[in-house]
Antibody, heavy 122, light 107 residues
Framework: EVQLLESGGGLVQPGGSLRLSCAASGFTFSSYAMSWVRQAPGKGLEWVSAISGSGGSTYYADSVKGRFTISRDNSKNTLYLQMNSLRAEDTAVYYC???????????????WGQGTMVTVSS | AIRITQSPSSLSASTGDRVTITCRASQGISSYLAWYQQKPGKAPKLLIYAASTLQSGVPSRFSGSGSGTDFTLTISCLQSEDFATYYCQQYYSYPHTFGQGTKLEIK
């Protein structure tokens, strides 16, 4: 079964850091680009970042550029999101998502994790 | 960045109704558009990709159309399990922006 499982969320103070992880199983992880999408409480979906299967290409939303870093370890089938200089407006459920076409970064997300909550508050 | 304007933001309908949700892109995106369904407390679920291709396992009462800048999601005969929030997303260029969402409620 194809599965994504996020972890690492929690409560952090403004200006703090957090690293999210997304463990993948049931597919050839290195063949697929991956992404992070977040959803603030009661709000809509916001695309955050994406990374190619090899890790050689990355993209970021303007709202997180320079503060967040996406990476992956294909030997561990794990996606990461390093979040620095966190702000109250980063409070959200963070989902990892798999692009459905192998080796392509311009397509839809067919598999989503269950999400992990990040709360930025003093 | 490409802006996606989704309408309406909310919609009340009854079981058996036909409903349509619209997304408009700020510039042409060919057919690089997906539709997702999200239920409370759950992750989104892919319904349609490439503007009109139904994802495997999605009921045929869902359909998508459009290309360029204007797109629609139609649910032909609402079932109780269809009451949820729907989002469109463009993946023509980064950032892969989402529409604001449409909450479909029972009348």
């Amino acid at each position: 079964e194809v599965q994504l499982l996020e972890s690492g969320g929690g409560l952090v103070q403004p200006g703090g850091s957090l690293r999210l992880s997304c463990a993948a199983s049931g597919f050839t992880f290195s063949s697929y680009a991956m992404s992070w999408v977040r959803q603030a409480p009661g709000k809509g979906l916001e695309w955050v970042s994406a990374i190619s299967g090899s890790g050689g290409s990355t993209y970021y939303a303007d709202s997180v550029k320079g503060r967040f870093t996406i990476s992956r370890d294909n030997s561990k089938n794990t996606l990461y999101l390093q979040m620095n200089s966190l702000r109250a407006e980063d409070t959200a459920v963070y989902y990892c998502a798999k692009y459905w076409v192998p080796a392509a970064m311009f397509n839809a997300f067919d598999i989503w994790g269950q999400g992990t909550m990040v709360t930025v508050s003093s | 960045a490409i802006r996606i304007t989704q309408s309406p933001s909310s919609l009340s309908a009854s079981t058996g109704d036909r409903v349509t949700i619209t997304c408009r892109a700020s510039q042409g995106i060919s057919s690089y558009l997906a539709w997702y369904q999200q239920k409370p407390g759950k992750a989104p679920k892919l319904l349609i990709y490439a503007a009109s291709t139904l994802q495997s396992g999605v009921p045929s009462r869902f359909s998508g159309s459009g290309s360029g800048t204007d797109f629609t999601l139609t649910i032909s005969c609402l079932q109780s399990e269809d009451f949820a929030t729907y989002y469109c997303q463009q993946y023509y260029s980064y950032p892969h922006t989402f529409g604001q969402g449409t909450k479909l409620e029972i009348k």
